[in-house]
């Protein structure tokens, strides 16, 4: 499926990225009746994540490398891929080596031969499958039943949409569990039209705010 809006396949600089501040969000009404009782409802069905690039430039060279790649995806119209430092893995322990059982993505019939990339946070209560769109090209790693396969020969990935295809003589069985490991990028765009730059002195400055936002693909 292409993407619904604009995207440039790079990433924004990682080395400023390291300095940032953002997390997941969700969108939750919530209604305090006569009796005290709480209706909650969450009007979304995935989380969004919003981010703040800006705590990340500490050098005047940052400074530029944001203004050009600001410029370059024309504010908010160009979506582009964000590492996130705390959450790019499929591994459960932050910092863990990928494995090709770290994640299941789904369950072979015999004729299906597509699977999209997922991560499931949580398992006991009510654990949430993500969608994963932008794997990092070289991490991905796939297996059936727990059997390691190997890519081009069995399968494929693409890395702009995150669906693993398998190879006509490769196709899973049924009955069998498709399992991946992977590192990933994040959809995002600018969330704002305009950089405040302040210049506090010739070899430094800074962003104070810069407003990023997941996208849907």
């Excluded at 863990?96 to 015999?110: K, L, S």
């Excluded at 398998?166 to 196709?171: A, L, V, Y």
């Excluded at 992977?182 to 730059?197: C, W, Y």
Aim: net charge negative.
């Amino acid at each position: 499926m292409p993407a619904l809006t604009p995207f440039h396949e790079v990433r924004f600089p990682t080395a400023i990225a390291f300095g940032s501040a953002g997390g997941p969000e969700r969108l939750t009404e919530v209604v305090t009746l006569g009796s005290g009782h709480e209706e909650r409802n969450s009007r979304w069905a995935d989380s969004r994540r919003r981010y703040n690039a800006g705590y990340g430039v500490r050098s005047i060279d940052d400074l530029h490398a944001v203004i050009g790649f600001f410029e370059e995806r024309r504010g908010r119209l160009y979506g582009f891929r964000w590492r996130d430092r705390v959450d790019f893995s499929s591994a459960a322990t932050p910092g863990a080596t990928v494995a090709p059982t770290d994640q299941t993505i789904g369950n072979g019939d015999g004729t299906t031969a597509n699977f999209q990339l997922v991560k499931t946070y949580g398992a006991l209560h009510a654990p949430y499958q993500r969608t994963i769109a932008k794997p990092e090209s070289g991490t991905v790693r796939v297996a059936v039943d727990g059997i390691e396969q190997t890519e081009i020969t069995d399968w494929t990935c693409d890395i702009t949409t995150g669906l693993v295809t398998f190879q006509p003589g490769s196709i899973p069985a049924g009955g069998t569990v498709i399992s991946a490991g992977f590192a990933f990028d994040v959809p995002v765009r600018f969330d704002t039209d305009r950089l405040d730059i302040n210049l506090a002195s010739f070899a430094a400055g800074d962003i104070p705010s810069i407003p990023l936002v997941e996208i849907r693909l």
